[in-house]
């Protein structure tokens, strides 16, 4: 089954605004350019416009119904490089739109330009253009702001760009879908010396390497092995010549979980073996874990609701039901727990994993994006 022709119609447009966006990158709560062409381009389709935490557009459709649907889109890049060396790729050091946020911004753009012009459907649209979705808690943000209750929504959705699917494949997960996450810093205070004399110091360094080796029996002897777990040292930062002995030291990681007693049990373990090492080498060590996405529930119904309507958008076989969850996070989490919703994967060529600074997305899934959030709407509140 085809795109929708209308949108199919904006390809060129689309694939304008996305190269603009990721060429302009910006990251959490910075999206003051990105929000602008946002807000202007809705405006401009004569979408009624709201900006505060990131950019909100509603559409009413034809008939009298008081039934509201959400979707979002999230619009931060990543603060890091990029190599990909395209004509369109990032101007700005350390800013790279690495995980297709710009891409997901500009579909459902589409899907605002498609809606506004045809309004084929009995209802109020809420666009939710969110900021700050890589680690920053726009979602949560959004929320506390008030966001369901000056738009509320009936049933919300979201997507992502997928380059470890195929073109045109889409995926959906009923049930926990994506892993909560933590972050965690970890901070060593030890006692610094001279490189040549180590019997004078608390070397931060060792202190740091022990502690990251240990955190690691975490989840081999401590979760059960059935049970899903990642715990991961992501930086170490010490020192600053070859020859001082840093007093020092700071670790940054993430915990990944599905389960409540699993995440509490990680965290426990963090602190009592950064407690232990702390006694052992006689240095102190303060220990910061924070509670950054919850799991990502789609509800059942929504879900048949993606998968039905997928199977009008690309050739029924490559709709796919997964049925391993990801250990990835996405705050959208936080939402659905607000809002019953699903989130779901749109396919596309390339095989460079998101987050990596060769990554590359797929400009010919942007119609395909659009026209599934169109699609949904127009399911969801048909006409009568």
Not at 29 to 58: M, N, P, Q
Not at 160 to 170: F, T
């Amino acid at each position: 089954m085809p795109t929708i022709d209308r949108i199919d119609g904006y390809a060129d447009e689309l694939t304008a605004i996305r190269r603009d966006l990721h060429a302009h990158p910006e990251i959490g709560f910075e999206e003051v350019r990105t929000s602008g062409i946002v807000a202007d381009k809705l405006k401009g389709w004569g979408i009624e416009v709201h900006r505060g935490l990131g950019v909100i557009g509603v559409i009413k459709g034809k008939g009298s119904s008081g039934k509201r649907i959400g979707l979002r889109a999230d619009m931060d890049a990543l603060p890091m490089e990029e190599n990909t060396n395209l004509k369109w790729s990032s101007k700005i050091p350390g800013r790279f739109h690495g995980c297709g946020h710009d891409g997901h911004t500009t579909m459902l753009l589409g899907t605002a330009r498609y809606l506004a012009e045809t309004r084929n459907f009995d209802g109020t649209v809420h666009l939710i253009f969110q900021p700050a979705e890589e680690g920053l808690g726009g979602a949560r943000a959004m929320i506390k702001d008030g966001l369901f209750e000056k738009f509320p929504c009936d049933e919300l959705y979201g997507l992502h760009n997928a380059p470890d699917l195929n073109h045109g494949e889409i995926a959906i997960l009923p049930g926990p879908a994506m892993a909560s996450a933590d972050f965690f810093d970890l901070r060593i205070t030890g006692y610094g010396a001279h490189g040549a004399m180590p019997e004078r110091s608390k070397d931060a360094v060792i202190i740091a390497t022990t502690l990251a080796q240990a955190i690691q029996t975490i989840v081999s002897r401590n979760v059960e092995p059935l049970q899903a777990a990642v715990v991961s040292i992501t930086q170490i930062h010490a020192g600053s010549a070859y020859n001082v002995i840093p007093g020092d030291a700071h670790l940054c990681g993430t915990i990944r979980t599905f389960s409540k007693e699993v995440r509490t049990l990680v965290s426990e373990r963090i602190r009592t073996i950064c407690a232990g090492i702390a006694a052992a080498y006689q240095c102190a060590i303060d220990v910061d874990i924070r509670d950054t996405f919850n799991v990502l529930v789609n509800q059942v119904e929504q879900s048949k609701v993606v998968e039905e309507v997928a199977r009008t958008v690309v050739d029924p076989a490559k709709v796919i039901t997964r049925t391993q969850p990801k250990m990835g996070s996405e705050d959208f989490a936080d939402m659905l727990e607000t809002i019953p919703g699903a989130y779901f994967w749109v396919g596309h060529d390339g095989s460079v994993p998101v987050h990596n600074p060769g990554f590359v997305l797929d400009d010919k899934i942007l119609p395909i994006g659009a026209s599934m959030f169109a699609r949904i709407i127009e399911t969801r509140m048909p006409v009568v």
